[in-house]
């Protein structure tokens, strides 16, 4: 009697105990414990090293607000940062909590095991619809980073130029597209039509990917075995065009020496040439159709990729977040990429919420859901037929992951290209040479 | 005031000495302390030499005997296998051959260009400090800043040099300055890295200029010799430690040049310097037993051509 009577106060008790908690719960942020749990990171410092100009001060400040995580964002040039990570990380020591995560550099990182495997904070089989290039992040199902924009090669025109040249339609295919520039070199609207980086640097790797996705093929296959030796492959033709476009000066003489996509789209800014068949999704709104940086307002226009028999895939280009193994902050780290890349703030900085709030040069959000709130806020120029191809066209450009040695792959690839465009060896030497670093 | 004292002087001069005031050393200790004492001055610096470039050249050289392959572990002990490598690839072959021409033009290119500048800024004239001054701005520079400023010079479209060669008639059409081929890509690129480092070495020239006495251009002049004469046989001679510092910089600054190439260059094979590929090697193919058998061999080349000039052009000069 005397034991169940205790027992009887200690549930009732708890009860009481309980139900006050649970009270104190329902009143929300001044709850103490319920706002320990909800900022479980508070007063961590996430250390963000990216190759990306930062959010506004003012969203910052509201993420610590919210979480009790502050930011330190440093804006480091690309190349700088590959060398950092490399060397960080080969020495097995901490630089940041968060960083770039490269698509190129997914399949070296998977192997060597750099960065934390994001599958068990974010669930990318449910992610996968709302963010279609997740999968350029993903080798054997592990998920190495966060796409935190969206970014894949598209085809533009200017449509100025080619009705000039008489060209009435716009090309629905490769053969037409390439009649096209040269209907638009013969009828003197511009000597040199076509644009394409021929330094030896990653611009005009991607372009290749872009030309060989074009016309009907992928560079490597799924076991990355290489997929362009053969003379009737299409990343041989797709080599063969680039280097025969430079060469019959289809493409500007200068562009030998020209290092990267920005330098390429402020020729056709600047009307030097009138399409390039391998652009980055989004660049009408923030370089063709502003008067400061262009010549060319309202002439410029997306189509679909010109593929081999009806329309191409658009290749995915996009940059990503991830969390290096020797972060300190790995919890603080996972909240500020989910806050990062969550819809709202995807759309925010693509402008959503005015000029104010935007990340410059931030091309477009890395979800879907995002790109439709611009779409219906007409927030984006073309805004809707860029989210069709966000959907239904873009393609990683190795459908398994890139492979582990994908630097040394990429600089053979644009270094033979552009030897081959200069002259200096042929285009089935040039095929050999990427071909040996790929079995290298 | 020396003090006076009295009485006998004392056996031991020392001891005199020491009773008549006078300060003394007692030789058969001081003489261990004077020549110790360059070794103690010189020793910080040679610790940090140690610690900042012996050291870790050995670590380079111990590093280099192994296959350190990031994708293609494990680590094993190859011994010489990664220089025999080296020697058989190509590209390695092709790398050198281009760091050979940056060397040759930066160094006969700066070292020309200095002594022009060091013999112009040499006699005091109005305005000599601004133009001091306004000659070491771009060795202040960051070699990328340049990098970035020269590709705009450069550019094959709307380029300052093109469009100022044009306007003189000098050329009929832009030409293609970069990636035209070997020889003229290197020139260029090399261009850039000796605007940067002339004005260090015509600050050294114009030091050793500096200390020659002008009497010896009186009696030179005196005895009716022409500046040619003068040049060649009193200036050149006397600056010889100033210039042999400026060409080793020059040697030191053209076999390590790396931004100015891939700004301007990128990774093509034209132009890519030794460093470049090192660079490619170890943080590109992650390929670091190469990549240290590669620096170790930067280094032991850079050592090499600056003794060898040094001991070709250095003499010790005393007036």
């Not at chain 1, 984006?380 to 860029?386: K, M, P, S």
Request: charged share 10%; glycine share 6%.
């Amino acid at each position: 009697m005397k034991a169940s009577r205790i027992l009887t106060c200690v549930v009732a008790a708890a009860t009481v105990l309980m139900i006050s908690l649970v009270g104190y719960g329902g009143s929300g942020a001044g709850n103490p414990i319920a706002h320990a749990a909800s900022r479980p990171y508070a007063g961590q410092t996430v250390s963000a090293l990216i190759a990306y100009p930062s959010p506004p001060a003012s969203a910052l400040q509201q993420f610590t607000k919210a979480t009790g995580i502050k930011v330190k964002w440093t804006n480091v040039d690309w190349d700088s940062l590959q060398t950092k990570i490399t060397a960080a990380m080969s020495a097995h020591v901490y630089f940041a909590d968060v960083t770039d995560v490269d698509w190129s550099r997914v399949g070296q990182y998977h192997i060597l095991k750099w960065f934390v495997p994001l599958n068990k904070y974010f669930s990318p089989g449910s992610l996968r619809s709302d963010m279609p290039q997740l999968s350029a992040f993903t080798v054997s199902g592990e998920l190495v980073g966060m796409p935190f924009d969206s970014s894949y090669m598209v085809t533009t025109i200017n449509t100025r130029d080619f009705a000039r040249a008489g060209i009435k339609t716009m090309p629905k295919n490769f053969a037409q597209y390439n009649a096209d520039l040269h209907k638009l070199q013969r009828s003197h609207v511009n000597a040199h039509p076509l644009g394409i980086p021929l330094a030896a640097q990653e611009g005009l790797s991607t372009y290749w990917y872009e030309v060989t996705g074009a016309l009907g093929g992928q560079v490597l296959s799924s076991s990355l075995k290489p997929q362009f030796t053969s003379p009737r492959s299409a990343g041989y033709r797709a080599l063969a065009w680039i280097v025969n476009a430079y060469k019959s000066g289809l493409v500007p003489k200068a562009n030998i020496d020209m290092s990267d996509t920005d330098e390429m789209q402020s020729e056709m800014a600047h009307n030097k040439v009138s399409t390039l068949f391998s652009d980055y999704a989004g660049q009408i709104s923030t370089i063709y159709d502003v008067p400061g940086t262009s010549t060319v307002v309202g002439q410029v226009h997306y189509v679909p990729t010109p593929g081999q028999s009806g329309t191409g895939p658009n290749l995915d280009n996009p940059d990503g977040i991830g969390i290096p193994t020797t972060a300190h902050h790995v919890g603080a780290a996972v909240e500020f990429i989910r806050w990062f890349t969550n819809p709202r703030n995807q759309a925010r900085w693509a402008g959503y919420n005015g000029p104010k709030n935007v990340i410059v040069g931030f091309p477009l959000p890395s979800r879907v859901s995002s790109l439709n709130m611009l779409v219906r806020a007409r927030k984006a120029a073309q805004g809707q037929e860029l989210a069709t191809l966000l959907k239904t066209r873009s393609r990683p450009v190795f459908p398994n992951g890139p492979p582990p040695n994908y630097a040394a792959f990429s600089a053979a690839v644009n270094t033979s290209i552009h030897q081959a465009a200069l002259g200096s060896i042929s285009v089935s030497q040039a095929i050999q040479r990427i071909a040996a670093a790929v079995h290298s | 005031m020396r003090e006076q004292t009295s009485g006998p002087p004392p056996d031991d001069p020392l001891q005199a000495a020491a009773s008549a005031g006078v300060r003394t050393w007692r030789r058969p200790l001081a003489l261990p302390r004077m020549r110790a004492l360059p070794y103690l001055l010189v020793l910080p610096l040679m610790a940090v030499i140690a610690v900042l470039a012996v050291y870790p050249t050995a670590l380079t050289f111990i590093d280099s005997l192994y296959h350190i392959d990031l994708l293609s572990p494990p680590q094993t002990f190859v011994g010489l296998q990664n220089y025999t490598d080296l020697f058989s690839d190509p590209d390695v072959a092709t790398s050198w051959e281009n760091t050979g021409l940056y060397v040759l033009f930066g160094v006969v290119l700066s070292t020309v260009l200095a002594l022009i500048m060091a013999l112009g800024l040499r006699d005091r004239f109005r305005g000599r400090a601004i133009m001091l001054a306004i000659l070491i701005l771009p060795w202040a520079l960051p070699a990328v800043v340049e990098g970035v400023t020269w590709a705009w010079i450069y550019d094959p479209s709307f380029g300052v040099l093109n469009s100022l060669l044009h306007s003189l008639h000098v050329i009929q059409s832009y030409q293609l300055w970069i990636s035209g081929n070997q020889v003229s890509s290197i020139f260029f690129i090399e261009l850039v890295q000796v605007w940067q480092i002339t004005p260090l070495s015509a600050v050294l020239i114009l030091a050793s200029l500096q200390t020659i006495p002008p009497e010896l251009y009186e009696a030179a002049r005196v005895d009716g010799a022409t500046e040619r004469f003068t040049l060649r046989s009193i200036t050149l001679p006397l600056i010889r430690p100033g210039l042999s510092i400026a060409i080793v910089q020059a040697i030191v600054q053209s076999m390590n040049i790396f931004d100015q190439v891939y700004v301007l260059n990128g990774n093509a094979l034209t132009g890519r310097s030794i460093l470049m590929q090192t660079y490619l090697t170890a943080f590109a193919n992650l390929n670091f037993g190469q990549g240290y058998a590669l620096s170790f061999l930067v280094t032991i080349a850079t050592v090499i051509v600056s003794v060898g000039i040094l001991s070709f052009v250095y003499r010790t000069v005393e007036f």
